[in-house]
């Protein structure tokens, strides 16, 4: 039975007599599923080859840094996973399901204040040279900084989505429990890319199959790109997002079009953006009163 909802993590939690059994909705976390048969990841290649057959009561803490440490979609998206598990084991705890929670001996990450790396314009200048308009790969790299979505959206969005020049779509975070829906106007700039650009019926990107991507295979594709491109690994799609928002909070975009935009529920992200625009801003501002300043200063000093 549903025993509490946690939509910031896109999770549901269900707990069966004997089992622990965790449904992750979001494809860029890595899914944890618990049952007293074993337990594994939804990947094949991962724990679930090599810890399938162990059961929940033999998960240690180092089983679950691996999570942990796996793919992630944002920076805090590895600690959510870790928040989740520690939360999951305390009611099996409560419930005399399992004598220990082992993910309270799990780390949170330490996230610095850089997060993702923002593409430089020389990487884009690469990006853009290898991968002209009217190329699939063009279409991506435009899309994710134009219309700043998350790469679990991207893949999904499509004609259909589009009315009288707005995307207006559901965002996959948050699922079913707290469906956020954006409408955000498609700049000329990326419709001429649209246009130019052979697309899928119901996905503007689409396989050679003229099937959508699914997140995970669209981020590995991506970053195959960005390689032929000689764009370094540390270039990646939410890295895209990320200059987008920067770029839109340097030319005043207040906390709460940032969060209109990119599909933030709160302001806390959006500040990040806001506050360091707002401090260059300040800062240009302020050293041009100290330029002033300084020199009356000291040129009253040197005359006494």
């Not at 995307?167 to 106007?185: A, D, Q, R, S």
Request: proline letters at 5%.
């Amino acid at each position: 039975m549903p025993l509490q909802d946690l939509p910031q993590l896109g999770y549901e939690i269900l707990f069966a007599p004997d089992s622990v059994e965790c449904i992750g909705q979001d494809p860029s976390v890595a899914k944890p599923k618990v049952t007293d048969q074993g337990w594994f990841t939804s990947d094949a290649e991962d724990l679930g080859q090599h810890d399938g057959d162990k059961s929940y009561e033999q998960l240690r803490p180092r089983h679950i840094r691996k999570w942990r440490d796996g793919k992630s979609e944002t920076p805090e998206a590895e600690n959510e996973l870790v928040k989740f598990l520690r939360q999951v084991f305390a009611h099996g705890v409560r419930q005399d399901m399992v004598d220990s929670n082992p993910a309270k001996a799990v780390e949170y990450i330490s996230i610095g204040s850089t997060g993702f790396h923002s593409w430089t314009r020389e990487e884009f200048g690469k990006y853009r040279s290898r991968w002209p308009v009217g190329t699939k790969q063009r279409l991506a790299m435009e899309m994710l900084l134009l219309f700043g979505l998350r790469r679990s959206d991207v893949v999904v969005a499509g004609p259909q989505h589009v009315r009288d020049g707005w995307l207006k779509m559901t965002l996959f975070k948050g699922g079913k429990k707290t469906p956020t829906v954006i409408e955000i106007p498609v700049l000329a700039s990326l419709q001429s890319v649209i246009d130019a650009t052979p697309c899928g019926d119901l996905s503007f990107l689409a396989t050679g199959f003229g099937k959508p991507y699914t997140a995970n295979g669209f981020g590995n594709t991506f970053k195959r790109w960005c390689a032929a491109a000689g764009v370094p690994d540390n270039c990646s799609t939410h890295g895209l997002r990320k200059v987008g928002a920067a770029i839109a909070a340097k030319n005043g975009a207040t906390d709460h079009q940032l969060m209109a935009i990119f599909g933030w529920l709160t302001s806390k992200e959006a500040q990040r953006y806001t506050r360091a625009a707002n401090r260059k801003r300040m800062a240009g501002e302020a050293m041009g009163l100290l330029e002033e300043k300084a020199a009356a200063e000291t040129a009253h000093t040197a005359n006494k």
